[in-house]
């Protein structure tokens, strides 16, 4: 029961960090800030997660990492159409999609790696935080 109110939790506060993201980049017409905002919120989810030493710290951690990951992704694919001129929309379209299935595709992968490396989780989130900074 307690799992599935974290769960529920996570995507209740995803919906509201995408409905606010979308409201306030559309009012302050800048969608690269939110964006950065939103990565390094996802960072720092995913390095609490991996080095938090408790259940509450790794639940937070979770918490953030689910309020902000379809936000960051959301920000990120609606910024191409400010960025880039009316003839490169469709490449850099499917640019950015290309990029997002590779990244969807390898990712599993790494984190399976590292944890059959280390024995556990950790090694995984931590990398896949430096990766999300970068």
């Given at each position: 029961m307690h799992i599935g109110y974290s769960v529920s939790s996570?995507?209740?506060?995803?919906?509201?960090?995408v409905l606010f993201a979308g409201w306030n980049s559309d009012r302050t017409g800048d969608r690269l800030g939110d964006a950065?905002?939103?990565?390094?919120?996802?960072?720092?989810?995913?390095?609490l997660m991996g080095v938090g030493s408790s259940?509450?710290?790794v639940i937070v951690g979770y918490l953030l990492f689910?309020?902000?990951?379809?936000?960051?992704?959301?920000?990120?694919?609606?910024?191409?159409?400010?960025?880039l001129h009316v003839r490169q929309l469709a490449?850099?379209?499917a640019a950015i999609n290309t990029l997002w299935q590779i990244g969807s595709f390898v990712s599993p992968y790494a984190l399976g790696l590292?944890?059959?490396?280390?024995g556990d989780?950790?090694?995984g989130l931590i990398g896949a935080s430096v990766v999300a900074a970068c």
């Open positions: 996570g995507g209740i506060l995803g919906v509201m960090c950065s905002a939103y990565t390094i919120a996802l960072a720092g989810a995913l390095l259940p509450a710290l689910a309020a902000t990951w379809f936000t960051m992704g959301v920000v990120v694919v609606s910024a191409w159409a400010d960025l490449v850099g379209c590292a944890k059959d490396a280390t989780l950790r090694a």
